[in-house]
């Protein structure tokens, strides 16, 4: 079966938001959701996550599912305000536990901070299945831009996060705590072995040099046709060197330290203090 799809582009994140949902009922999921966040404020706003509430009551759709395919570096989650307004359970790759373990460290965040995934609804693995109505979701893990990256397959559509972007851009930096390039190599031959025709849907676009609008659906035969980084004949040793290579250029993301802190709580703030204020931590020389 063929999903209906949806897609909320956030300009200021360049992150993609998707609703999909089960043509034949009103089951849906919404899939790596933002919270607005103005670093210099420190001011949140729901903006971009009140467009798909509206969109989902405006079709009268039956939130199943929250999902995030990793735990953002870029932007904010905004699953926790979504599931308050409109239900469906929130998941997330088991290796949620190795992220929080690592920057649990990194934020000095203490035994308080549960690094179980206990925030999280559901802890997916390598073959879990679940569904979207009456459409099968199937769960592949593909690591390598962070340790608990998943893809989600849902009919002919597959959520890829930040593993794979447009054919014209490339593929997902490494160079995490946790990041392998030769992980990635290997999580991206395994989405390009689905069939030809299956949808891809990224979760970030940067508009490739030459490219005048902002893009998010290719398919698998596009990616192994035309990826700038990993088409068909680009084996494991060119594609780990390109990619060590490049990453060795890149700056950190803007939001990194309040989305990390954010996320690997499911899209919670840090505890409030005794005055019900809440404060988040940046690690000097540590990122």
Known sequence: MSPDVTAFFDQATNTVSYVLRDPQGRGCAVIDSVLDFDYASGRTDTR?????????????????????????????????????????????????????????????????????????????????????????????????????????????????????????????????PGGSAEDLFSSIQKILS???????????????????????????????AKNVHIRDGVGSREFVEMRQSRDRTLSMPRLIVPSLQVNMRAGKMPPPDEEGNTFLKVPVNRL
């Not at 970030?204 to 990616?223: F, I, L």
């Open 48 to 176: 971009s996550a009140d467009r798909v509430i509206e969109f989902l009551l405006e079709e009268d759709l039956d939130l199943q599912w929250i999902l995030e395919t990793h735990v953002h570096a870029d932007h904010l989650s905004a699953a926790p305000y979504i599931q308050d307004r409109l239900g469906g359970r929130i998941g997330i790759g088991e290796n949620i536990t190795v992220v929080q373990d690592a920057f649990g460290k990194v934020f000095n965040e203490g035994t308080e901070f549960q690094r179980d995934g206990s925030q999280f609804d559901r802890l997916f693995t390598e073959g879990d299945s679940f569904f979207v109505g009456q459409l099968r979701g199937d769960v592949l893990h593909t690591p390598g831009h962070t340790p608990a990256c998943m893809t989600y397959v849902i009919g002919d559509a597959a959520f890829v996060g930040d593993t794979l972007f447009m054919p014209d851009f490339g593929t997902a930096r490494c160079d995490f």
């Open 194 to 224: 689905l069939p030809d025709s299956t949808r891809i849907f990224v979760g970030h676009d940067y508009k490739a040099p030459g490219r005048d609008e902002y893009a998010w659906e290719s398919t698998v035969g596009e990616q192994k």
